[in-house]
């Protein structure tokens, strides 16, 4: 029933973009595009990467006269209307340029991708249909990032009033209603509470199955969402009475079960658009790491044999983190060895805290990756035989032949980590 009123909710949006003055055969066509397109979103949205291909075989041949073309899978595509015929665009076509700031954070950097694009586009398409929706996906692979970005740029234009919340294990039903509460406004009567102003409003709750369970196994901040989301409010906690909340919606992200997080209700799961954001190709990566790294080494200054760097140390970083993660699994002795996009982020993270005085050549610009790998990686390390390996490893990019010939540094025979 979720996906069937996902499905319907994406129609009715579209549906108001029919022209009733366009011909029936126009309309018709427009019809059917704007049916697969919802249709593959409705249901496939919430699929693992793995199962792409499997839906695509199963969905592309249910429309056979729609022009999609068969480079990867139906969801790779957007529509775009151009003198009044539907054309399929990929996503990677419409992808703006990444505009690098000094003066910003480095988690607040966004790097607009395909992936980016697409799903700011299908949430964006949810909000505005005021279809509460529900983002998952592995850690580190942006759930958080896509959606506070998409977001505050509506709040920015003015469209929704935005009411941010990150729950934990500790957060309680009154805190959150207490914080829901401060956000809105009495409408009218003082029963009805609402945005301010004539803008929509959207609570944006970030780790929402982290709250912990009570002994009957119900999480109240999550079921008070729940009453909102199925009822349209709460109950005032000083006078017995009921408020109605009106134009707010919901849109909640969360990572899979485990490491403190908790697997959530059907009851609750069941009142959302589900998406799931898929972790970032190699490809990918190396987009996302060198767009940022070496816009910030052009605009810091650096020595132009440093900024040649840039590009070696991105791949030499992504083919250490993939390598890292299939070799080094965790064990029972070694439960803590998991590895995500954030170890990855890290690592670039505190680079982009050097300046040209400190990092002056290729030299010292090697050695600074080396000791941040190690770091980032190796600190996790608890055998000698895995620091070794990692050692090895490390070694092994820096002086391979596919490796620049600036990238290789001559450590003198000093070993990168000492015995005990």
């Given at each position: 029933?979720?996906?069937?009123?996902?499905?319907?909710?994406?129609?009715?949006?579209?549906?108001?973009?029919?022209?009733?003055?366009e011909?029936?055969?126009?309309?018709r066509?427009?019809?059917?595009?704007?049916?697969?397109?919802?249709?593959?979103?409705?249901?496939?949205?919430?699929?693992?990467?793995?199962?792409?291909?499997?839906?695509?075989?199963?969905?592309?041949?249910?429309?056979?006269?729609?022009?999609?073309p068969?480079?990867?899978v139906?969801?790779?595509?957007?529509m775009?209307?151009?003198?009044?015929?539907?054309?399929?665009?990929q996503?990677?076509?419409?992808v703006p340029?990444?505009?690098?700031?000094?003066?910003s954070t480095?988690?607040?950097?966004?790097?607009?991708?395909?992936?980016?694009?697409?799903?700011?586009?299908?949430?964006?398409?949810?909000?505005d249909?005021?279809?509460?929706?529900?983002?998952?996906?592995e850690?580190?692979?942006?759930?958080?990032?896509?959606?506070?970005?998409?977001?505050m740029?509506?709040?920015?234009?003015?469209?929704?009033?935005?009411?941010?919340?990150?729950?934990?294990?500790?957060?309680?039903?009154?805190?959150?209603?207490?914080?829901?509460?401060?956000?809105?406004?009495?409408?009218?009567?003082?029963?009805?509470?609402?945005?301010?102003?004539?803008?929509?409003?959207?609570?944006f709750?970030?780790?929402?199955?982290?709250?912990?369970?009570?002994?009957?196994?119900?999480?109240?901040p999550?079921?008070?969402?729940?009453?909102?989301?199925t009822?349209?409010?709460?109950?005032?906690?000083s006078?017995?009475?009921?408020?109605?909340v009106v134009?707010?919606?919901?849109c909640?992200v969360?990572?899979?079960?485990g490491?403190?997080?908790?697997?959530?209700s059907?009851r609750f799961?069941?009142?959302?658009?589900m998406?799931?954001?898929?972790?970032p190709?190699?490809?990918?990566?190396?987009?996302?790491?060198?767009?940022?790294?070496?816009?910030f080494?052009?605009?810091?200054?650096f020595?132009?044999?440093?900024?040649?760097?840039?590009?070696?140390?991105?791949?030499?970083?992504?083919?250490?983190?993939?390598?890292?993660?299939k070799?080094l699994?965790?064990?029972?002795?070694?439960?803590?060895?998991?590895?995500?996009?954030?170890?990855?982020s890290?690592?670039f993270?505190?680079?982009?805290?050097?300046?040209?005085?400190?990092?002056?050549t290729?030299?010292?610009?090697?050695?600074?990756?080396?000791h941040?790998?190690m770091?980032?990686?190796?600190?996790?390390l608890?055998?000698?035989?895995?620091?070794?390996?990692?050692?090895?490893?490390?070694?092994?990019?820096?002086t391979?032949?596919?490796?620049?010939?600036?990238?290789?540094?001559?450590?003198?025979?000093?070993?990168?980590?000492?015995?005990?």
């Amino acid at each position: 029933m979720q996906l069937l009123a996902t499905f319907m909710s994406n129609m009715e949006y579209w549906l108001q973009r029919i022209n009733l003055n366009e011909s029936l055969d126009t309309r018709r066509k427009k019809l059917i595009a704007y049916y697969a397109f919802c249709l593959a979103w409705s249901f496939g949205g919430g699929l693992t990467q793995q199962h792409y291909v499997s839906f695509d075989e199963i969905i592309r041949p249910m429309f056979p006269k729609l022009s999609i073309p068969f480079s990867g899978v139906m969801l790779d595509y957007r529509m775009e209307e151009e003198q009044g015929v539907i054309k399929w665009k990929q996503w990677r076509d419409t992808v703006p340029s990444f505009k690098y700031s000094p003066k910003s954070t480095f988690f607040s950097l966004f790097v607009p991708t395909a992936e980016t694009e697409k799903f700011s586009y299908i949430l964006n398409q949810t909000i505005d249909a005021s279809r509460p929706a529900f983002i998952t996906g592995e850690t580190g692979v942006g759930k958080s990032m896509i959606l506070r970005n998409l977001l505050m740029q509506k709040q920015a234009h003015g469209e929704i009033s935005v009411i941010s919340l990150v729950f934990s294990a500790t957060t309680s039903s009154a805190e959150t209603q207490l914080t829901v509460e401060s956000r809105l406004e009495p409408k009218k009567f003082k029963k009805v509470l609402g945005p301010p102003g004539q803008s929509k409003g959207v609570v944006f709750v970030d780790d929402v199955n982290m709250p912990a369970r009570e002994a009957s196994g119900a999480q109240p901040p999550v079921e008070l969402l729940r009453q909102f989301l199925t009822y349209g409010g709460f109950y005032n906690r000083s006078k017995p009475r009921w408020m109605q909340v009106v134009d707010t919606t919901a849109c909640c992200v969360a990572g899979p079960p485990g490491g403190g997080r908790n697997v959530l209700s059907q009851r609750f799961v069941q009142r959302f658009s589900m998406f799931c954001i898929p972790e970032p190709a190699e490809d990918t990566l190396r987009y996302i790491f060198e767009n940022i790294l070496m816009s910030f080494l052009q605009s810091g200054s650096f020595a132009d044999g440093v900024k040649k760097m840039g590009v070696v140390a991105v791949a030499a970083a992504i083919e250490l983190y993939s390598s890292i993660s299939k070799c080094l699994k965790p064990t029972p002795s070694k439960f803590h060895y998991t590895y995500n996009l954030r170890d990855l982020s890290k690592l670039f993270q505190c680079m982009l805290m050097t300046t040209p005085r400190n990092v002056s050549t290729p030299e010292v610009f090697t050695r600074l990756w080396i000791h941040e790998c190690m770091r980032i990686f190796g600190d996790r390390l608890v055998t000698q035989d895995d620091s070794t390996w990692l050692q090895s490893y490390i070694c092994l990019l820096y002086t391979s032949d596919a490796a620049d010939d600036s990238f290789r540094v001559d450590l003198g025979g000093r070993r990168i980590i000492k015995k005990k």
